[in-house]
């Protein structure tokens, strides 16, 4: 494959995407895999030194991923609170979605 078939593959190419039945709320969100630059700016905002802040991952990927069955991002940086604050059962859902459409292992506590 020549350079301009792959760059045509490129674009493309479609993040994944589940959807996710939000029980509590009567709703569904699509969480969506992150782009490479989104992925990169997570782990730069969670990275001091050489350690992880394994929440501050999370919490970043969440911002990112979710978003209405319409197209939009369902949190932004103002509900950072917000998303900590969630139900651990609608957290939990959110976490697995985003875990499995981005190919991260879940954390484990």
Not at 74 to 103: C, H, M, Q, W
Request: proline share 2%.
């Amino acid at each position: 494959m020549n350079r301009e078939e792959i760059r045509q593959k490129i674009e493309e190419f479609n993040l994944k995407s589940e959807t996710v039945s939000i029980d509590e709320w009567n709703t569904e969100v699509v969480v969506k895999e992150l782009k490479g630059k989104d992925y990169i700016e997570v782990s730069e905002l969670s990275v001091t030194g050489t350690k992880v802040d394994k929440s501050r991952f999370i919490q970043e990927a969440l911002l990112r991923s979710v978003y209405t069955t319409e197209g939009e991002l369902l949190f932004t940086e103002k509900d950072r609170e917000t998303v900590s604050n969630l139900p651990a059962s609608i957290y939990l859902k959110l976490l697995n979605a985003v875990n499995k459409v981005n190919g991260i292992d879940n954390p484990k506590n």
